[in-house]
């Protein structure tokens, strides 16, 4: 086990290399960083955390591995397109595929008017195929530079027609047009525990080993931030 002083050096130099992220609404604009505590918060406790049971989750179950990552993110980010592109691959490589990490997906739409909608669909496509939530969430990311908020309902029927998901067509899309209340209900506990969790941007990262949170970290990180910060 990493000697505590030892592993408080670690989280700081974590936080020092945070990268910003994507601004949601209602935030300062800074970027969080990693943060020590003396008294860690157990994964059942800590507000990020409150709900992932139920949230798509890539590996274990959240809190059955040797570490649980809670993401939260939005489709429309292009921070967040990066990370997926760049840094979730190996993750799932080395962590997540073999079994050791859960990565948890928790939604905090607000950087593109087109990301509420997008997020709407994504939960409704979960909710039906877990499989094609995955394929329509990284189709998303690709595409993100066509799609606004006018064509973000056309453009998810597309990317549903081309055979992303075999989620019913006609039930995702009344959930992008809002209609779906227990997906609002789902996006609104997403953002009080994003908020409650102090993040402020994405996307963000809480990070838990052991059942008790590590640290939160922002932006597009390495996968080395994650291995020193989790033991991997």
Same mark, same amino acid.
């Given at each position: ?5 030892? %592993?408080?050096?670690?989280?700081? !130099?974590? @936080?020092?290399?945070? #990268?910003?992220g994507? $601004? @949601?609404?209602? /935030?300062?604009?800074?970027a969080?960083?990693g943060?020590?505590?003396?008294a860690?918060q157990?994964?059942?406790?800590h ?5 992932v ?10 809190g059955?591995g ?20 760049? /840094?979730?691959?190996r993750?799932r490589? !080395?962590?997540?595929d073999p079994g %050791?990490?859960?990565?948890?997906? %928790? ?6 008017? =087109?990301?509420?909608?997008? /997020?709407?669909?994504? =939960?409704?496509?979960y ?5 094609? &939530? ?8 690709e595409?993100? !530079? ?6 973000? %309902?056309?453009? /998810?029927r597309? &990317?549903?027609? !081309?055979?992303?998901?075999?989620a ?9 047009? @809002?209609?779906?209340d ?19 941007v994405v996307?963000?990262?809480?990070? &838990?080993r052991?059942?008790?949170?590590v640290t #939160?970290v922002?932006?597009n990180?390495?996968? @080395?931030?994650f291995e020193?910060?989790?033991? $991997?």
């Open positions: 086990m990493t000697p505590p002083a030892t %592993r408080r050096a670690l989280l700081a !130099a974590i @936080g020092s290399v945070a #990268t910003a994507c $601004l @949601g609404r209602g /935030t300062d604009g800074d969080a960083g943060e020590a505590t003396d860690p157990s994964i059942d406790a507000p990020a955390a409150d709900g049971a139920d949230a798509p989750t890539l590996g274990p179950d959240p059955a040797e570490a649980t990552i809670v993401a939260f993110e939005d489709p429309s980010c292009s921070t967040c397109a990066a990370f997926a592109d760049e /840094t979730l691959p993750l490589e !080395a962590a997540i %050791r990490v859960s990565y948890v997906w %928790r939604s905090v739409p607000g950087v593109e008017p =087109w990301g509420r909608p997008a /997020t709407r669909a994504l =939960w409704a496509v909710r039906e195929d877990s499989d094609g &939530f995955w394929a329509l969430k990284e189709r998303y990311y595409r993100r !530079a066509g799609i606004d908020a006018d064509s973000v %309902r056309r453009r /998810t597309e &990317f549903l027609d !081309a055979g992303v998901s075999t019913a067509a006609d039930d995702v899309l009344a959930a992008v047009d @809002g209609d779906v227990a997906i609002e209900e789902r996006i609104e506990r997403d953002e009080r525990a994003a908020e409650e969790s102090d993040v402020g996307p963000s990262f809480a990070l &838990f052991g059942g008790e949170h #939160t922002s932006g990180q390495s996968y @080395g931030v020193g910060a989790l033991e $991997l």
